[in-house]
């Protein structure tokens, strides 16, 4: 068999001749425009989000009783800031890693790149979470010292709950996309090898 | 819209090659197929007419194929690339089964080469696409293609 006959035979792929390319088209399309849709309402949430809640949360910070409570809420205002420009970061770092029409190689760098971004964010979720839990925190001193010792107790739970839970997701998280850099680095130095 | 339409028709085949040496399951080869066509479609705006568009099609496929590759919930799809789906009927469907074998077990970047060489790509093109220089191109596909003789025996 030839080079020719080589390729001959690869064309003859039978999956070549079975589409229905106006459902795929339609489904390309939906899919985009899905994704668009998507991400207009993320926009819109943290506009929400900074719109009422940060306000709110300033308010309380200047005006709040006691200097627990006026602590607590700046600190959660600082954090949904914090938060909101994580949020920021990851969107424009999942956008980057899309993949593009640059060469392969160039390809393999900016999606390396990108993922070890996102990896590094979730890794350290919990500590620009931290101005949030440590606000609720303040809040749960409050609670317990002017309120009710179980409704201290409670909160307290409920944040250290939330506090671990989000140290495993983000940790979860961190360590499937270092997984992933390292296959594409792996990618990258045969790309390299072969250059 | 015209302009992709057109793309489509014009490529569907050669992507359908592509899904078939990168995935095994047909659930998966259908996902990436479309996964290629909405990277074409977004990227179709920034295409400026620099490379023809053949190789800037090329780019974008291969681009999305690789980094498909890396997501972790498909990685064994490559290691059982087109081991199940073919049920051979003639000869012609039994050398496309050794020649799809073969490709599947190769590394990514021979892979790489080995695809757009068998799509008729000049060595120039894959540099273009790939990033790899066309001398070192050239002399990596002539060991490919020594290495793609066993699947003449084969069959």
Known sequence: MNHDALRAVWVSHPDAHKENLMTVMNAVLEEDRSACETDRWVRVAAVIAVGLLCPALLWFAAYGRTPLVRGGYSLMAMGTAMVLFAQWLHRTWSRQALPGAADARSELQKLGLAVSRQASLFRTAPIWCAPIFLGAVLIGAWVYQERSVGGGYLLWATVGTAWVVNWMTGFSKARKLTERRSQIESLLSEFDEAR | M???????????????????????????????????????????????????????????????????????????????????????????????????????????????????????????EIEEVTGIKSTNVAVRLSRIRKHLSPVEVST
Not at chain 2, 82 to 91: A, H, R
């Open chain 2, 2 to 124: 015209a302009q992709f339409g057109c793309l489509m028709e014009a490529y569907a085949g050669p992507i359908r090659r592509l899904c078939g040496a990168y995935a095994s399951r047909s659930a998966d080869r259908e996902d990436l197929f479309q996964d290629i066509f909405l990277a074409v479609w977004r990227a179709l705006p920034s295409f400026r007419g620099d490379s023809s568009e053949r190789t800037w099609l090329y780019r974008v496929a291969h681009n999305v194929a690789l980094s498909w590759q890396t997501r972790d919930r498909r990685r064994s799809s490559r290691e059982t690339a087109l081991q199940g789906n073919l049920e051979p009927s003639d000869i012609m469907d039994l050398r496309r089964l050794a020649l799809n074998q073969a490709v599947a077990a190769m590394s990514p970047t021979d892979r790489t080469l080995t695809l757009l060489w068998l799509e008729g790509l000049s060595a120039i």
